[in-house]
């Protein structure tokens, strides 16, 4: 295979899976007209349409599908004979492909990417939050970040932070004119801040659990989002009650900003986990990583 051979692959996987020219571009640091130079001779070298184009989307075309189906495992095949290459380098080097939920991306990541590529020079960070579920094996990243309730079974799970809480706020403002809910019952008759999940676009039921009681309430009220900080903002201007993890407001709570309702209702739970396949060789990067993580004090 000739290494021109190679990019153009990568580049049509690449595309696919960002689902823009511009994004893919950006992944693979080249300029889209580039990119699209790449697959244009591609698709003349091969003679088959692979990708149809809109203005507003890019996706494969049934050639192009079926061709993806070969050609992923193919250059799983060849990322792996890269890093046991690699590995007998004396500092592990490469990329290291993380998918997470933007919330832990931001809050549990992010800390640790200094530190962790001042001790690793020679690895690249590509990580890409999301808070879909998104199969990782599929997507070709080494490992995920999601809350430990939503794992597959399948998976290798290393605990990333401490256990998390959730907490129904509001401000004073809200409460002034509508009064303070008792009970997860109360809420129905209250102004609920609703949040949509990306994956199946359905609407989050709030989870409560007090002496061995659970609930979930289907709340209702004037607002639906999918961007959990919006409610945040909201919230504070008196809008309505949302349902938010502590750390988002904690601060806002100590500065009697937002109150915190239901305390009893909100015990804490499992929090986010780093996790990758089961497999018999492991990259690297992500090697280096677990080990790092490993060192890391705990409830971080």
């Known amino acids: 295979m000739r290494g021109s051979d190679y990019a153009e692959l990568r580049a049509f996987a690449a595309i696919v899976e960002h689902g823009s020219f511009v994004r893919a571009a950006a992944h693979l640091g080249i300029s889209a007209s580039a990119l699209s130079q790449t697959i244009r001779g591609l698709e003349e070298r091969l003679g ?4 149809n184009r809109t203005t507003r989307s890019v996706a494969p075309s049934e050639a192009g599908a079926r061709f993806l189906t070969r050609l992923l495992p193919a250059l799983a095949d060849l ?3 890269v890093a046991d290459v690699t590995a007998l380098r004396d500092t592990p080097a490469g990329l290291l492909r993380i998918n997470a939920t933007r919330l832990a991306a931001i809050h549990y990541l992010a800390p640790l990417i200094g530190p962790f590529l001042e001790a690793y020079p020679d690895i690249t960070f590509d990580i890409v939050a999301d808070d879909r579920l998104v199969d990782i094996v599929t997507g070709g990243f080494d490992a995920g970040v999601r809350l430990g309730e939503r794992l597959e079974k399948d998976m290798v799970a290393v605990k990333l932070s ?22 997860p019952r109360d809420l129905q008759h209250h102004q609920c801040l609703n949040y949509r999940w990306p994956t199946d676009l359905s609407i ?27 409610l945040i903002r909201v919230a504070l201007d008196g809008v309505g009650i949302a349902y938010l993890f502590e750390h988002q407001v904690r601060d806002l709570i100590a500065d009697g900003k937002l109150v915190h309702l239901l305390k009893d209702w909100s015990p804490a739970f499992p929090g986010f986990y780093l ?16 080990d790092f993580i490993g060192t890391m004090p705990a409830g971080r």
Not at 48 to 51: A, K, P
Not at 275 to 290: I, N
């Open 204 to 230: 989050y039921r709030w989870e409560f659990e007090s002496g061995g009681e659970r609930l979930e309430a289907a709340v209702e009220g004037p607002l639906v989002v999918n961007e959990p900080d919006i």
């Open 275 to 290: 996790y990758y396949p089961s497999r018999r060789q492991m990259a690297p990067p992500l090697r280096a990583f677990l």
């Open 48 to 51: 088959v349409r692979l990708l």
């Open 162 to 183: 401490g256990e998390l809480e959730m907490m129904v706020v509001a401000a004073p403002s809200y409460l002034e004119r509508f009064g303070t809910p008792g009970s």
């Open 79 to 81: 990322d792996a004979a």
